[in-house]
């Protein structure tokens, strides 16, 4: 992937500071600013990255200057809230965008001999000038799971969630594992609980800092609910009208949360 050089005045400037974005509000509409909307404000984009196309348009990614200051109708905002604003596709490039800029900061050096390494012209990867080793960018698959028992939704709170937030469960897959056995794993470790009925959902790029995220869901199979009190400290069944506070609509939990509400409505009788 060649960074292109002649950047136009219609190019998408994904400018980023930590994991939030900047963004462009106008007439009800939150759009990435392009190179015009940047002008006369301190930025050089010589360090910018191409990373993709949209509409035609380059899409480059940088960091916030120290001394970049936006205009008006300029904000930064998480790009995990911009999951819920986006369409997919946007929300997805705006994704490759950070994940990418973070991943090239931090593998400029090749990581068996310690080389300066160099961009590979023809993918997506670093390549050392001195010994030949290519470094990919690091992708960390999770599995996410919505674990159903009759009509009630497993959820937990993790030890990492502000306030009193409940989720379904998530974790890492481990080498030699598929994802399907990290779901048994992750929810036995966590909750204590055997699962069955594995069926894959959707997935979704999460690049917080490097992950994939892909969702499934599953059927209780047995055991009692025990939390493991490190990473999970309460978890528990919750009916579709009796939910705590849960992540919105954006992420793979929320579409899980929302798919559980949809197909495992209360009051039966
Ligand atoms: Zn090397």
Redesign the pocket.
């Known amino acids: 992937m060649q960074n292109k050089f002649n950047r136009g005045m219609e190019d998408y400037c994904f400018i980023f500071e930590g994991s939030k974005l900047l963004v462009k509000k106008m007439n009800g509409q939150t759009n990435i600013p392009v190179n015009g909307d940047l002008e006369n404000m301190n930025i050089n984009l010589a360090h910018s990255r191409y990373f993709g196309d949209l509409k035609g348009s380059a899409c480059y990614s940088i960091d916030k200057p120290t001394d970049f200051t936006p205009s008006v109708n300029l904000f930064f905002t998480d790009l995990r809230e911009l999951a819920c604003i986006f369409d997919e596709k946007l929300f997805h490039l705006a994704c490759r965008g950070l994940h990418l800029l973070r991943w090239f900061e931090n593998n400029r050096?090749?990581?068996?001999?310690?080389?300066l390494?160099e961009d590979k012209q023809d993918e997506v990867a670093k390549i050392?000038?001195?010994?030949?080793?290519i470094n990919y960018p690091r992708i960390s698959p999770a599995i996410i799971v919505a674990v159903i028992n009759k009509d009630k939704l497993l959820l937990a709170h993790n030890s990492r969630f502000v306030e009193k937030r409940y989720s379904v469960i998530a974790g890492f897959v481990e080498p030699g594992e598929t994802f399907e056995e990290c779901v048994v794993r992750e929810v036995k470790e966590e909750v204590g609980i055997e699962v069955k009925s594995i069926k894959y959902f959707s997935s979704q790029p999460w690049p917080f800092p490097d992950s994939v995220m892909i969702g499934f869901t599953a059927e209780y199979a047995g055991g009692e609910i025990k939390e493991d009190g490190i990473e999970i400290l309460d978890a528990g069944w919750y009916g579709a009208d009796e939910l705590p506070m849960t992540p919105s609509g954006g992420s793979v939990a929320g579409k899980l949360i929302k798919w559980f509400v949809e197909n495992y409505p209360q009051n039966k009788e």
């Open positions: 050096h090749c990581s068996k001999c310690g080389t390494a050392c000038p001195k010994c030949g080793f």
